[in-house]
């Protein structure tokens, strides 16, 4: 069955220090990848995306991600992260063969000051 | 603006009842999906619709029913059916199937 993990349920960085989120999913053919961030209380907003093309795509608020075929990886990164940025963090992937897309079960983001 | 608008926002019923969630979208999207989360388990998806009048089971659709009667809204009704009804209720929509979805401000359910 196609699904995605977040390996790390809970991770806490410096304010200032770089920050890697990971993500994998099960292989599929042409998938679409997101990375998604949600506030308590909140919905969730896009990051970044990947469809195709440049496997290194930039997103708002300074984080970017790279789509590694080979280890079915989409990594997410920021090379200094801020207070602001303590919330929950989604992976999601969409398949061309499924009518909808799959989400991680998040990774939660605290900043130590 | 264009956006995603759910509501209520906070939403307390008696266990028993039937409560509807509304979610309405003026983004021109087809496709409209909600989603439910639970602490530590993500999103899981209860129903979805490509199109108006049509609309299909997720991972989770029991003890839940919706309707797709025109483009613009997608409500979600929680039935006494629903086992644990109480959770923090997500609608979302895009424009097709798999393109990057957006998403409501959610609403949370308290059945008591």
């Known amino acids: 069955a196609q699904s995605v993990t977040q390996p790390d349920i809970h991770i806490t960085v ?3 220090a770089s920050l890697e989120l990971r993500c994998n999913y099960s292989y599929g053919a042409t998938p679409y990848l997101f990375w998604y961030v949600q506030s308590p209380g909140q919905g969730l ?23 590694k075929r080979s280890q079915s990886s989409f990594n997410l990164r920021k090379p200094s992260v801020h207070w602001s940025d303590a919330a929950e963090y989604f992976c999601a992937v969409g398949y061309s063969s499924a009518s909808k897309i799959i989400f ?3 990774t939660r983001l605290s900043i130590r000051p | 603006d264009g956006g995603i608008t759910q509501s209520p926002k906070y939403l307390f019923r008696k266990e028993g009842q039937n409560v509807t969630l509304s979610c309405e979208q003026n983004l021109n999207h087809d496709a409209m999906y909600w989603y439910r989360q639970d602490p530590g388990q993500g999103l899981r998806l209860i129903y979805y619709s490509q199109i108006v009048n049509d609309f299909q089971k997720g991972d989770i659709a029991e ?13 979600l009704t929680v039935t006494s059916a629903q086992k644990n009804p109480t959770a923090f ?9 798999n393109t990057e979805a957006f998403f409501g401000q959610g609403t949370r359910l308290t059945v008591v």
């Open chain 2, 63 to 75: 003890g839940y029913s919706v309707s797709r009667e025109k483009k613009e809204s997608f409500p």
């Open chain 1, 104 to 106: 991680g079960s998040g």
């Open chain 1, 45 to 67: 907003q896009l990051l970044l995306k990947y469809f195709s093309g440049d496997t290194l795509v930039q997103g708002i608020k300074g984080f970017e991600a790279e789509f």
């Open chain 2, 89 to 97: 209720y997500l609608c979302a929509s895009s424009i097709m199937e």
């Open chain 1, 14 to 16: 410096s304010e200032g």
